[in-house]
Nanobody, 121 residues
Framework: QVQLVESGGGLVQAGGSLRLSCAAS????????MDWYRQAPGNQRELVAR???????NYADSVKGRFTISRDNAKNTVYLQMDNLKPEDTSVYYC???????????????WGQGTQVTVSA
């Protein structure tokens, strides 16, 4: 059984910073891609940032230059450093990881429970 547990959300003023963490635990052989998504009320869930096992990254245009995704493979953890936050960044943030539970097994997608980020003007 694999679990993703997020932490680090909260309330911050515009221009401030937050750092989100997402730790994967359980039966894990390897983790391929790790993502951060967000979903605001009434909106679809959108991809914010992605990091591959080798370290290459992708970002949504709306967060480029402000957010940084990183990972610690030894800890099976992905981070999202969010700087210069704006009110429009207010959302529930979810991590997602594509995980192989055992050698020769299939890659499966797992989601965290979500963490609220609120940015006040």
């Amino acid at each position: 059984q694999v679990q993703l547990v997020e932490s680090g959300g909260g309330l911050v003023q515009a221009g401030g910073s937050l750092r989100l963490s997402c730790a994967a635990s359980g039966s894990i052989f390897s983790i391929n891609v790790m993502d951060w998504y967000r979903q605001a009320p009434g909106n679809q869930r959108e991809l914010v940032a992605r990091i591959f096992n080798g370290g290459s990254t992708n970002y949504a245009d709306s967060v480029k230059g402000r957010f940084t995704i990183s990972r610690d493979n030894a800890k099976n953890t992905v981070y999202l450093q969010m700087d210069n936050l704006k009110p429009e960044d207010t959302s529930v943030y979810y991590c997602n990881a594509v995980i192989k539970e055992y050698r020769g097994g299939y890659d499966r997608s797992y989601w965290g429970q979500g963490t609220q980020v609120t940015v006040s003007a």
